[in-house]
């Protein structure tokens, strides 16, 4: 129902406002998108009217899409309500809205709906809560790491991975060794990437997560290593050369490159032999970061190679040696 207070609007607007009372359908949906064209703040109560009543889901969608254009307590609450519609198209398009919002304000709301008994809505909370980087979010998602469902808990890490509290440092090397679930023992694994490289129980998470049996969560084990280059990463990451995924191989290599162990130069140099390109660039461009002549040689000899881009990162590794050069 239209407010009947709404009054002395511009031509368009009211013009607008009288097809959104149309019967057809098409009709009220192309008078929502108007609304969003013309930006007109007087007529967000008409949306969020729409969004709780309109009779078709297609309106309804519209009406949430178009939301997402204004922030406050109001409209917040109004697509939180949505993740409840009967429609699943209607529930989609407000969680992609509340993934939207960049108002600190919002964050109230999004905590209250966190709590939620449904997963989608808890879920679609926390994704909100997670674009707005706001503090407050620490407690909602430190609890859904413990949620029930996996889409919940994928969630929750991805909020604390993006807060950078290290106060999760623990919870979150807890679910990358011990989640039932793959995709969540991963992102905790990455997240873990902010930690101090002195936390026992980071270097423990992560060198645990190099030995686990699915290959993404080792892959990102070797990234997240990279980042935080703990010393006695070096023999798990060189035997994770050897790995029956190349992908894992590949970022091994990187994240031995990066830690700048000369002791790892054996084992990269046996790489630029590898039949796949990827690991003999990687190979490549991880010799240039050790700092031993060791490596010269095999280098020069790779500068054959049958492969343009792995001969393109054996030249980029040789100018890197030649830089330290007295």
């Not at 009054?7 to 097809?19: F, H, K, M, Q, W």
């Not at 109560?45 to 009779?55: I, P, S």
């Not at 997670?130 to 407690?139: C, H, M």
């Not at 030249?315 to 890197?320: D, S, V």
Request: glycine share 4%; aromatic share 2%.
């Amino acid at each position: 129902m239209i407010d009947p207070t709404l009054t002395d609007l511009p031509p368009e607007a009211a013009a607008v406002l009288a097809r959104l009372a149309s019967e057809d359908a098409t009709v009220r949906r192309i008078a929502v998108l108007d609304i969003g064209d013309l930006e007109a703040p007087e007529l967000v109560g008409v949306l969020v009217g729409t969004l709780r009543d309109d009779a078709a889901p297609e309106v309804r969608r519209e009406a949430a899409t178009v939301l997402a254009s204004w922030e406050s307590e109001d409209v917040t609450e109004a697509l939180c309500a949505a993740l409840l519609d009967a429609d699943d198209n209607v529930r989609d398009a407000a969680a992609q809205a509340l993934s939207e919002l960049k108002d600190a304000t919002s964050a109230p709301v999004l905590r209250r709906w966190a709590q939620r008994p449904e997963p989608f809505v808890r879920r679609a909370a926390l994704r909100g809560l997670r674009e707005l980087r706001d503090a407050s979010a620490f407690e909602p998602a430190l609890d859904a790491l413990a949620d029930t469902h996996a889409d919940v808990r994928l969630e929750a890490v991805a909020v604390l991975g993006w807060l950078k509290d290290a106060r999760a440092l623990r919870p979150l090397a807890n679910v990358a060794a011990h989640d039932t679930q793959a995709v969540v023992r991963r992102a905790a694994t990455g997240a873990l990437g902010f930690g101090p490289i002195d936390d026992a129980t980071l270097g423990d998470a992560l060198l645990h997560a190099l030995r686990d049996a699915d290959w993404q969560v080792r892959e990102e084990a070797a990234t997240t290593l990279g980042k935080l280059p703990v010393a006695r990463a070096r023999d798990p990451l060189i035997a994770a050369l050897a790995d029956d995924y190349w992908q894992v191989r590949l970022r091994a290599a990187r994240a031995l490159g990066l830690m700048g162990d000369v002791q790892a130069a054996s084992a990269l140099i046996a790489l630029l032999d590898h039949s796949i390109s990827n690991l003999r660039k990687e190979a490549a461009l991880a010799l240039g970061e050790l700092d031993t002549s060791e490596v010269i040689a095999p280098l020069r000899a790779a500068l054959e190679d049958r492969d343009p881009e792995v001969r393109k990162a054996v030249r980029i590794a040789l100018q890197q040696h030649e830089g330290r050069t007295p």
